[in-house]
C-alpha cells in the first residue's frame, strides 16, 4: 500500500504491517495532484500555481499529524492509474482500505459550516424521534436540505462507501473547519443521504436488505458509466475485474455476482423510471436509480415464499420452488409472480412481489417493470407453486417485448359464457403441458412451433365432474374437442403423446364438438383473434364454448361470451 508520509510529504509502500494512516474523502477537481506530480515535486522551485493545485494534500497530512497520525492515503494521487493492474487492485480493495483507515476526512470544497449553536439545534432537531415538524423546524431542515444536502460530495457514487467504511469519520468545510463526527452528525447525515442510521452507527452492512443498499445510491452519479457499478462493490462485498468500454454492462455483472453471493430477492425488487414505457423487461435493474424506491425495504416478520432456490444460468435466473400461480377471485388470477421475501416498513405485512409472464416453455420475463405487486393484490397466499425448474429472462434486450409478443402467434386461447363460468371452479383449472400455457390468459402458446398440443381443464364446482378441451395443431390445421371428465377418451389422458398422435386420436372422434356436463349442454368453436396490442397484429385462435341448459335448449343462457381473463 502507497502511503504519503505527512511530514516529508513523500511516498512509503508497505506490504505489511501498515501503520495508522488518515484518507481524504474529498470531490475531484479539474487539475488534481497525480502519482506523477507527487513523485517530481519539488518544493523549493514550487511556484504559487503548483502550490494551490497541492493544498488540499498538504491540509489532509497537516490535520493528520494533529491526531498524531503520520500517514495519509489520498485516491488521487496513491494509485498508479497508468497500471490497470493496480487500478483494478485500488478499487476492489478500496473499501477495505477506507475501513481499516485510523480516521477519514470529508473536505466539502463546497460548503461553510453552520455557527455552533445553530449546528447544535440541527442535531438535537435530527436527533428526535420522531422527529417534531413545527414551522420553525421545517424551516431548519430546508437549510440543512439547501446548504448541506446541496454539496457535491453527497451527489458522487464513490463517495457512498467512504462514508460507510471508516468506522472514525470527521467532517471539514471549505476552510478545514471541523463541524462534526459521523456518529455525532448520523441522524441528519441520515437523512440527507437516505443511509439508515444504525448503518452510520456501525451497523453491518449485511443486515440490509440488497435492494435497500442499492436505494442509497440511487441519487448518485459518476464520471463514467462503469464506475456506477464499480464504485458499489464494497457495499456489496464483492470483487470483480473491470472492463472499462463495457458501459452499463458493468451494471448487469454485479448483479450477477450479488445473486451468486447472497439469497436475497430484494435485488429484483426496483422499478422502471417513469420515462420507460417498456411492457416487458428482464429481472435485471438499468442502474442503481431503478432502486429509489426501495429505501423502506426490511425483511418480513414471517418467510412465505418457503426459502426456494435460485441461480444465474445461460438461459436466465433458474428457479425452483419461486415462481407461483395467482388463484382466487383478483383480476390477476392466474398471473405467475415471484414473491421478493420483502416488505416496505409503511406495510409491513404485505409481501412484495413482481409480475411474470411466460414466453417460452419454462421462460418468462417481468410484466409491468414500473410497478411492484404484492402478495395482497393478486390474492394469493395460497397461490400454488410451479412444480418444474423455470427460468426467467434477466438482461435486457431490445428484441425481448417482440419475443414476448411473438410467442402469442397462432395460440390457442379458451373463451367461455359469462355466467356459465361461475358455475365453474376457477381455483381448479389445471393444463398440460404445464410450461406451454399462460394460465392467467388461458393460452396456449405457440412459441411459433409448427406442432403443439394441449389439454385444458375445469371442475365444477361441488360436484366431482368437469370439462376437458383437447387441442392440436399437427399438420397445418387445427382440430379440437370438449369432452366431460367421465367422456375423455383414455388415449388422450397420456403425458407423452405426440401432437400427430393426438391429431389421429381426435379425426376418430366425430361427435368431439360437443359435450354434457352440469346439467348444460357446451358446445366449442373456433373464432379468428388479434392478441396485439399497441397496433400490432398478432393472429390467434379463440376456442369459444357456449353452453345450453339442458331443461331450456331453446334458451342460450349468454348472449355475450367474452374470454375468461381479462388480457395482461
Known amino acids: 500500500m502507497r502511503l504519503i508520509n505527512c511530514q516529508s510529504l513523500k511516498f512509503e509502500e508497505f506490504v505489511r504491517d501498515v501503520p495508522p494512516y488518515a484518507v481524504l474523502s474529498h470531490t475531484w477537481g479539474k487539475d488534481e495532484v497525480t502519482l506523477s506530480d507527487m513523485s517530481k515535486r519539488d518544493e523549493a522551485s514550487e511556484k504559487d500555481s503548483e502550490k494551490d493545485r497541492f493544498r488540499k494534500i498538504k491540509d489532509t497530512c497537516r490535520v493528520a499529524l494533529e491526531q498524531n497520525i503520520r500517514y495519509a492515503w489520498v485516491d488521487t494521487c496513491c494509485i498508479d492509474k497508468s497500471s490497470s493492474a493496480e487500478l483494478s487492485e485500488a478499487i476492489n480493495s478500496m473499501f477495505a482500505w477506507y475501513g481499516q483507515a485510523a480516521i477519514c476526512f470529508v473536505f466539502l470544497s463546497d460548503f461553510t459550516s453552520f455557527p455552533q449553536n445553530i449546528l447544535e439545534e440541527i442535531v438535537n432537531l435530527f436527533d428526535a424521534d420522531p422527529p417534531p415538524l413545527t414551522n420553525q423546524e421545517i424551516t431548519i431542515r430546508d437549510k440543512v436540505k439547501k446548504s448541506l444536502g446541496s454539496c457535491r460530495w453527497f451527489s458522487r457514487g464513490w463517495t457512498l462507501q467512504e462514508l460507510i467504511a471508516p468506522s472514525r469519520v470527521h467532517f471539514y468545510d471549505r476552510d478545514w473547519k471541523g463541524f462534526g463526527s459521523k456518529a455525532q452528525l448520523a441522524s441528519v447525515l441520515a437523512w440527507v443521504t437516505g443511509i439508515d442510521s444504525g448503518v452510520l452507527r456501525g451497523k453491518p452492512l449485511d443486515e440490509i436488505l440488497v435492494g435497500r443498499r442499492m436505494s442509497w445510491a440511487s441519487t448518485r452519479e459518476t464520471t463514467r458509466v462503469e464506475d456506477m457499478a464499480y464504485c458499489l462493490l464494497g457495499i456489496f462485498d464483492i470483487n470483480m475485474p473491470l472492463l472499462y468500454g463495457e458501459g452499463k454492462k458493468a451494471f448487469t455483472r454485479l448483479q450477477e455476482e450479488i445473486i451468486r453471493s447472497s439469497h436475497d430477492l430484494s435485488i429484483f425488487a426496483w422499478k422502471a423510471e417513469g420515462n420507460d414505457l417498456r411492457r416487458f423487461r428482464g429481472l435485471m435493474a438499468n442502474s442503481p ?11 418480513p416478520s414471517f418467510e412465505w415464499n418457503n426459502g426456494g432456490e435460485y441461480s444465474i444460468t445461460s438461459r436466465g435466473l433458474k428457479t ?15 398471473s405467475y409472480f415471484l414473491s421478493l421475501n420483502c416488505v416496505d416498513a409503511r406495510q409491513t405485512k404485505l409481501i412484495l412481489a413482481v409480475s411474470l409472464t411466460q414466453y417460452g416453455p419454462g421462460l418468462f420475463a417481468r410484466r409491468k417493470p414500473w410497478q411492484r405487486f404484492t402478495v395482497f393484490d393478486l390474492n394469493v397466499f395460497t397461490a400454488a407453486k410451479l412444480s418444474q425448474p423455470q427460468y426467467i429472462c434477466c438482461k435486457n434486450s431490445p428484441e425481448l417485448e ?33 410450461a406451454d400455457w399462460d394460465l392467467k390468459n388461458s393460452i396456449l402458446l405457440s412459441f411459433q412451433r409448427p406442432q403443439l398440443w394441449g389439454m385444458w381443464k375445469i371442475k365444477a364446482k361441488d360436484q366431482d365432474d368437469g370439462i376437458s378441451i383437447v387441442c392440436v395443431r399437427s ?14 377418451p383414455a388415449a388422450l389422458n397420456q403425458t407423452r403423446l405426440l401432437p400427430s398422435e393426438v391429431e389421429d386420436i381426435l379425426k376418430q372422434l366425430p361427435d368431439r364438438a360437443s359435450t354434457s356436463c352440469s346439467g348444460f349442454h357446451h358446445a366449442i368453436q373456433d373464432i379468428k383473434l388479434d392478441l396485439g396490442e399497441a397496433g400490432v397484429n398478432v393472429p390467434a385462435t379463440l376456442l369459444q364454448v357456449s353452453s345450453i341448459e ?11 361470451i367474452k374470454r375468461i381473463f381479462k388480457r395482461s
Open 320 to 334: 425452483e420452488g419461486l415462481v407461483r400461480i395467482a388463484r382466487g377471485e383478483s383480476a390477476e388470477v392466474g
Open 475 to 488: 399438420s397445418g390445421w387445427l382440430l379440437y374437442g370438449i369432452f366431460a371428465w367421465e367422456k375423455l
Open 289 to 299: 436509480a431503478e432502486f429509489k424506491g426501495c429505501q423502506r425495504l426490511q425483511t
Open 402 to 434: 417482440k419475443i414476448v409478443m411473438d410467442s402469442r402467434i397462432d395460440a390457442i386461447q379458451i373463451g367461455f359464457s359469462v355466467d356459465i363460468f361461475d358455475r365453474f371452479d376457477r381455483d381448479s383449472i389445471t393444463a398440460f403441458p404445464q
Open 550 to 560: 339442458k331443461d331450456h335448449s331453446q334458451k342460450r343462457t349468454g348472449s355475450f
